[in-house]
């Protein structure tokens, strides 16, 4: 598994598109309603999927991924502490998940204003 994170427009798509030699097509965008297709090369906006768990009551963020998948995720853990108690804890909960999935990734890289940082 690849993990990949940064900010909010940081070029994480078009730094995995390059690096993994992806297409549009092989990228899944997670939402916020429904699973996403596990079956897609690579997930990105993660932490959508985490917050649909929290909702359905699940937790096991990392069950369906592939040992190949490519995951991309928004860092929302900078900035002002959210007001409502859903999104505080939507924001600590991906902190849990991204450290696991950082734990199980065999690279981890950290964009920020487009340059890749690699972590792992």
Known sequence: MHFIIGGAYQGKVDYAKEEFHLKDGDIYTCS???APDFSAPCLNHFEN?????????TA????????DAIVIA????CGVV?????TRA???ECGRAFTAIA???E??????VGIPRRLK
């Open 107 to 112: 690279t981890v890289t950290r964009l920020f």
């Open 103 to 105: 734990k199980e990734a």
């Open 74 to 77: 928004d860092d929302i853990f």
């Open 82 to 86: 959210p007001v409502d108690e859903e």
């Open 32 to 34: 916020r309603d429904s």
């Open 60 to 67: 096991d963020y990392t069950a369906h991924l592939s040992a």
């Open 49 to 57: 999927y985490i917050l649909y768990c929290m909702r359905q009551g």
């Open 90 to 92: 939507w924001r600590e």
